[in-house]
């Protein structure tokens, strides 16, 4: 599923601009694909969802809002749709974050209270969530999933979608990425060199990524290596309105304008 289906010419009207329909015919391929017995051997699968205080644009990013929903109540309610989670943590600093919780009533839903020295911005996320795969996972023996609050446009299926590729191409890693059509350039000897220079003929290995944080899942072993991805990492493709990612007051009212027109 990950390596190209097919080699093409490009056009103005084909189906690489309908990325969406795209998306969504290869999530239910993957869906109708995996066996419930499968997933069971990779379970639990427990979605973290990482909060602090401090260390972000602003404090407390997870009690902003969009359309009268804060960021972490919208976070909590895509994982709470997901079949396939068996546990939700919610990990702050800041123990507030159990009132916004106390809105969704699911019993996978845990609080996890993280200390203030795990969320400084030199400390890896692996210490927080080793500590929590020592509660829930001893074993290593599932997969973690990392739902990021500053991505409040991820739909369900996108998570769902990056644990579901884990498995079925029984890999270390799954994030998502988006493609990168403009033109990028690295410095060299002679000057600018291309690094995606446009093709006649292209495939899926002659274009280039980058990481949207929108979402990961990963064998819990990586973690208990002190690892978040492992060695063998492989994508999903996640749709461009998906990838917006909150980073300034700014950002915030534009994905409040994106969310009322969804």
Not at 240 to 246: D, G, L
Request: glycine share 2%; with cysteine; hydrophobic share 35%.
């Amino acid at each position: 599923i990950n390596l190209p289906l097919f080699y093409y010419r490009r056009h103005n009207q084909n189906l690489t601009n309908m990325s969406q329909r795209i998306i969504s015919a290869r999530r239910q391929i993957k869906h109708d694909t995996i066996v419930k017995d499968k997933i069971n051997d990779y379970r639990p699968i427990i979605a973290v969802i990482p909060c602090r205080k401090n260390y972000d644009f602003a404090p407390d990013v997870w009690k902003m809002k969009i359309q009268g929903k804060s960021l972490l109540q919208l976070n909590i309610e895509k994982c709470v749709r997901s079949k396939l989670i068996d546990n939700i943590i919610v990990a702050s600093d800041n123990p507030e974050v159990q009132e916004i919780m106390s809105l969704v009533k699911d019993s996978r839903l845990t609080f996890f209270q993280r200390s203030l020295e795990d969320t400084i911005i030199s400390q890896s996320l692996t210490i927080t969530l080793e500590k929590i795969l020592s509660q829930l996972d001893p074993d290593c023996k599932g997969i973690t999933i990392l739902s990021y609050l500053q991505t409040p446009l991820v739909a369900t299926s996108t998570l769902e979608e990056a644990v579901l590729t884990l498995i079925i191409n029984d890999v270390d890693c799954v994030f998502g990425v988006e493609a990168v059509r403009d033109p990028l350039y690295k410095r060299s000897a002679n000057g600018l060199k291309p690094i995606n220079p446009p093709r006649g003929v292209s495939s899926d290995f002659d274009i280039v990524y980058r990481e949207t944080n929108t979402s990961l899942a990963s064998r819990s072993y990586n973690i208990k290596n002190g690892s978040l991805t492992g060695s063998k990492v492989i994508n999903i493709i996640v749709h461009s309105e998906e990838n917006f990612f909150i980073k300034s007051e700014h950002t915030l009212k534009i994905a409040n304008i994106i969310a009322q027109d969804r």
